[in-house]
């Protein structure tokens, strides 16, 4: 850590305890499902995958895809490319696709229009955080940590131009100060 560490928004110990309650909350939805398909998005889910996925107390499964939607910062483009489809066969299952941040919806609207095309039994959704003044399209986020404001986040996943994702909080930064 050091002077130029972003101010923290979402404390660590308040991101664990959130990420717990989604865990149990999952686990008792999932109770009688079988078993439970994450499918992270690469690369900002993968703290919040791997915390959320080993508090789970039912019987569950890891599929990684990637998609690309942004530039290498904080300038929207528009468009979702999708990177790396699922490897695993998930036809039949019950999807919960593990996003880090919804900011205008466009991305998680994308993935699970493209998910349906695996046939699965159900999908729904879960993110750490959204920014709620973003949306421009309608998109239901099932289990949801955080709504925060419209500000550049990074940790626990998220990165502004791959800097930062290993932070344990949540903290802002000014894309122009960086
Ligand atoms: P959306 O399609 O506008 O909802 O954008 C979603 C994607 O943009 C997320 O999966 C992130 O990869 C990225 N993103 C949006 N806002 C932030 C942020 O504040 N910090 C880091 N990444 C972000
Ligand atoms: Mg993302």
Redesign the pocket.
Known sequence: MNSNAPEVLISEDDIQARVLELAEQISADYADAGDLVLVG?LK??FIFLADLSRRLSIPRTIEFIA?S??GNG?V?SGA?RLVMDVRGNIDGKHVLIV????????????LTGMMKSHRPASIKTAAL?R?AE?A?VDVTVDYLGFDIGN????GYG???AEQNRTLPYIGIIKPSDS
């Open positions: 998005v900002g889910s998609v939607s942004y904080s929207a979702v996003e880090d941040i919804v900011d205008t919806g466009h991305t998680l609207k994308y955080v920014k973003s421009e500000e550049w986040v990074v998220l990165d502004y």
